[in-house]
C-alpha cells in the first residue's frame, strides 16, 4: 500500500493507495501550527477506524504547497511506514514525463506539477489541465511535453468567502447556477456574478492559452485537451462544454505515478 499525502493552502488529503485503487480518503484542515505529533495522532486514529493494517503501507509521498508542513508528514510518514517518505521536489523532476522550465522549478506548486504529469500521461498530447481548489490555477502542457505556463486565479469559493467578509449588506447564499443572469434580488445577483462570472473566465481564459500555445509553440489549439480537476469544478459542467473530460482525483493519480517513476 501507499499513502499519499497531497498538502493544500485549505485542505489535506490523506490518501491510501492499493493497488493503484483508492480504498480510502480523508480531508484534514491545514493547520501550520500543529506538530508532526499531533498529525500522527489524526492520521493513526483515521487508519484505525478505517481498519488499515500499519503493516501494509509499504511507503509514503508527500506533495505539499505549504512548506511548513513537509517536515512534520516526514515524521508522521516515518512512523508509520518506518522509512522516509518521497517527497515531490526539484531533485525529481528529470525523471517525469513533463519538462519544468528552468525559470520555473522552485516555483510551480508540487500539486500542479502532479496534473501536469497525469494530463499529459493519460492524453500523451498537448493538455491544459483546470484546477478548481482554494486557488483557480490553469495549467498547459504543449505537444512537447514542455510545461509551456501557468495561470492563476482566486478559486470560486475563495472569491464567494470574501465577497461577504468585505461586505457589510450582503448575505451568505448558496453557491448554485442562477436562473439568469439578470438576477431581481440579492441572492441570484450574487450567484450571477460569481458562477456566471467564473464561468466567463474559466472560458475565455481557456481560449486564449490555446490561442498563445498555437503561437508560442506551434501546437494546433484544435488538438489541446482541457481537463477539470478540484472540488469546485462540477458546479460549471452543467453551463460549459469547455471541458473535454474531468477527473477529480487527477492530483493524487498524478503523486502514484510519480512514486512509481522515482521508486524504481
Known amino acids: 500500500m501507499l499513502l ?5 493552502n485549505t485542505n489535506i ?46 511507503d509514503a509521498i ?12 516526514v515524521i508522521v510518514s516515518t512512523r508509520i ?4 517518505p518521497y517527497i515531490i521536489e ?6 517525469l514525463p513533463v519538462k519544468v522550465p528552468e525559470t520555473a522549478v522552485h516555483e510551480i506548486g508540487t500539486d500542479l506539477l502532479c496534473d501536469a504529469v497525469e494530463a499529459w500521461s493519460k492524453y500523451n498530447g498537448p493538455v491544459i489541465v483546470a484546477d478548481f481548489g482554494t486557488a483557480l490555477s490553469f495549467t498547459a502542457i504543449d505537444k512537447d511535453a514542455n510545461i509551456a505556463g501557468v495561470a492563476i486565479a482566486p ?6 468567502n470574501s465577497l461577504f467578509a468585505n461586505t457589510a449588506q450582503l448575505p451568505a447564499v448558496a453557491l448554485d447556477i442562477p436562473p439568469t443572469s439578470l438576477g431581481k434580488n440579492t441572492v441570484v445577483a450574487i450567484q450571477s456574478g460569481i458562477v456566471l462570472g467564473y464561468k466567463g473566465l474559466v472560458e475565455n481564459l481557456i481560449k486564449q492559452m490555446k490561442q498563445d500555445l498555437e503561437k ?3 501546437t494546433p489549439a484544435q488538438s489541446i485537451k482541457v481537463i477539470a480537476t478540484g472540488g469546485l469544478n462540477s458546479m460549471l459542467q452543467p453551463i460549459t462544454d ?23
Open 13 to 58: 488529503k490523506a490518501t491510501v493507495f492499493d493497488n493503484d485503487k483508492i480504498i480510502s480518503q480523508w480531508r484534514i484542515t491545514t493547520d501550520v501550527k500543529r506538530t508532526g505529533d499531533e498529525y500522527y495522532s489524526i492520521l493513526r486514529t483515521l487508519l484505525k477506524d478505517a481498519a488499515i493494517d500499519f503493516s501494509r503501507i509499504d
Open 242 to 264: 469547455i471541458f473535454d473530460d474531468t477527473d477529480k482525483n487527477l492530483t493524487l493519480n498524478g503523486m502514484l505515478r510519480i512514486y512509481k517513476l522515482i521508486s524504481q
Open 155 to 160: 478559486g470560486i469559493r475563495t472569491a464567494f
Open 62 to 73: 508527500i506533495s505539499s504547497v505549504v512548506p511548513a508542513l513537509i517536515g512534520p508528514f
Open 4 to 8: 499519499a499525502f497531497d498538502i493544500g
Open 81 to 84: 511506514t518506518d522509512k522516509k
Open 216 to 218: 508560442e509553440t506551434k
Open 90 to 95: 526539484p531533485g525529481i523532476y528529470d525523471k
